[in-house]
C-alpha cells in the first residue's frame, strides 16, 4: 500500500531528525525488536533534549528511551511534562520549557487543520487532536467546539473542568458561548479519565438537557465525542443522539 505524500513541513523536520547523531545509536536499539512507531517516539524526544542541551547524545538517547517507557508514548510524556508528574519534573527547566512548547505547538497545528474545513468530515484528524489533548487526562473535562454554516471550527474551549469522574456542565452556558460566537452548530467534547469512552448515564442524560436548550434558539448540536484513553466515541454514530 502507497503512503500518502508527505507534507513539506513534515519533510522538513523528518530530514532535521534523520540527520541527528541520535540516528546511529538507534540501531542498536531498533535490534532489540522495539516497535517503530516507540523507536519513533524515542528519537523525537531524544533530539529535543538534545536541541535543550539537556543531556547531550548518547546520554539523550537513554533518557528518551526510559522516559518513552515510563509513560508509553512521546504524547503522554508531553502531557506529564504539562501536569509535573513523574520523572519529567526532574529534567532541566529549559527541556522541559521546549517539550510543553511542543506539546502546545502540535495543538495549534491540529486546530489549523480542523478550520481548513468541516471539521466533521476530517474524523481521523479530528480523533488525533482530541487523543493528543484529552487522551490521557486524569480528570473529566467538557470542551465544545463552536462551528460555522460550513461546519469549520470557529473556536475550541473549556467550559468545565471537575474531579476524576465529572465535570459541572452549564446548557445555557454553552448555548450563550455560541450565540455570541455567531455559531450555526457545536460539539460537545469530554473525556473519561478511566479511559473506556463508553458511555454512562449521565452522560445521555445531559446531552437530551444541552441538545433541548440549543433547539429552543435554533442550535444544532452536531455530536457528543467522549474520549477514551485510545478511543473516540460518536453518540451520534452510536444512535445516541
Do not use: W
Amino acid at each position: 500500500m502507497s503512503r500518502p505524500p508527505t507534507e513539506p513541513g513534515v519533510a522538513d523536520a523528518s530530514a532535521f531528525f534523520a540527520g541527528s547523531g541520535q540516528i546511529t545509536a538507534l540501531r542498536p536499539l531498533q535490534q532489540g525488536g522495539a516497535a517503530p512507531d516507540k523507536m519513533d517516539d524515542v528519537h523525537c524526544l531524544a533530539t529535543l533534549l538534545e536541541a535543550a542541551h539537556a543531556p547531550r547524545a548518547p546520554t539523550a538517547l537513554v533518557q528518551a528511551s526510559a522516559l518513552v517507557a515510563e509513560y508509553g508514548t512521546l504524547s503522554a510524556v508531553l502531557l506529564a511534562v504539562a501536569q509535573g508528574e513523574g520523572s519529567v519534573r526532574h529534567l532541566p527547566e529549559g527541556a522541559r520549557v521546549l517539550l510543553l512548547l511542543v506539546r502546545e505547538s502540535a495543538h495549534r497545528l491540529h486546530r489549523a487543520r480542523l478550520q481548513r474545513g468541516n471539521v466533521l468530515a476530517e474524523r481521523p484528524a479530528l480523533n488525533a487532536y482530541l487523543l493528543a489533548l484529552l487522551g490521557r487526562e486524569k480528570t473529566e473535562q467538557m470542551r465544545v467546539l463552536f462551528l460555522d454554516g460550513a461546519g469549520r471550527l470557529i473556536a475550541d474551549e473549556l467550559l468545565g473542568r471537575g474531579t476524576v469522574d465529572h465535570a459541572p456542565v452549564y446548557p445555557r452556558e454553552i448555548v450563550r458561548r455560541a450565540l455570541a460566537l455567531r455559531a450555526g452548530s457545536f460539539v460537545l467534547v469530554h473525556n473519561h479519565p478511566s479511559g473506556d469512552a463508553m458511555p454512562s448515564a449521565e452522560d445521555i442524560s445531559m446531552t437530551g438537557q444541552i441538545v433541548a436548550a440549543a433547539h429552543i434558539v435554533g442550535l444544532q448540536v452536531a455530536d457528543h465525542l467522549i474520549v477514551g484513553r485510545d478511543h473516540v466515541l460518536s453518540m451520534k454514530e452510536a444512535g445516541l443522539l
